[in-house]
């Protein structure tokens, strides 16, 4: 699977957009790109996945270059329980012959909601 | 996280005792994975299953094992816990097609003394 590159950390005020960038340079044409995050002391949760055309669902949009070598995780409205580790997968597709052995977490950002 | 449970939550035993975790989902999910997770490392897989009696090794099984005889449950064995296997311990499941995500449970924190 292809290498992500995230800022090791962010902050952004409560009630405004939180934009987070990841690098994936190296993607290939059957490779996802997912986002997850961990919420202190608890199991990651994910947020949402796309493979070129943005994405949005009732928790974030994805926004995917033309390219596809980076993307933006948009949280809309930050709270403070936006506060959390964000970490930017990138997964080959099961059924263009990836297996099926997991997801491979980096390090993320951590993103700090501001009062 | 609805549809899947881990036990125990918390775990204090001493080295040298063999440990079981188990993780039961209720999802019908194919596929189920073990990951720990340590200060400095983030999170690392340690095996997987792809069915029933289906395993493999992830990036850290040294020391490790584990069984699936049932699609619900996917046991997790420290046969000789160690010191160094003291960390929080995260299943997760997912569904076909995989695409969809994964959904991770609540962990198990484990401390061997």
């Known amino acids: 699977d292809a290498k992500t590159t995230q800022p090791t950390s962010m902050d952004c005020a409560e009630g405004r957009a939180a934009n987070l960038p990841c690098n994936h340079s190296?993607?290939?044409?059957?490779?996802?790109v997912y986002w997850y995050r961990q919420i202190h002391s608890q199991g990651p949760q994910y947020i949402i996945h796309?493979?070129?055309n943005n994405e949005t669902n009732e928790m974030a949009s994805l926004i995917i270059t033309e390219d596809r070598k980076s993307s933006t995780l948009i949280l809309p409205h930050a709270t403070l329980r936006d506060t959390a580790v964000y970490y930017c997968i990138v997964r080959v597709d099961l059924y263009s012959g990836g297996g099926a052995d997991g997801l491979t977490f980096g390090k993320g950002t951590h993103l700090i909601i501001q009062p | 996280d609805a549809g899947i449970t881990q036990s125990p939550r918390h775990k204090v035993t001493e080295t040298g005792t063999p440990v079981t975790l188990r993780c039961h989902q209720t999802e019908n999910h194919r596929y189920m994975y073990w990951y720990r997770q340590d200060p400095g490392h983030g999170l690392r897989l340690i095996h997987y299953s792809y069915g029933v009696k289906d395993t493999d090794k992830g990036e850290v099984s040294d020391g490790y094992s584990v069984s699936r005889s049932k699609t619900e449950d996917f046991l997790l064995t420290l046969e000789s816990a160690t010191s160094s296997q003291t960390s929080v311990y995260f299943c997760a499941i997912s569904g076909e097609p995989q695409n969809r995500g994964y959904t991770f449970g609540s962990g198990t924190r484990l401390t061997v003394v």
């Open positions: 190296t993607i290939s044409g059957n490779e996802y």
């Open positions: 796309g493979l070129k």
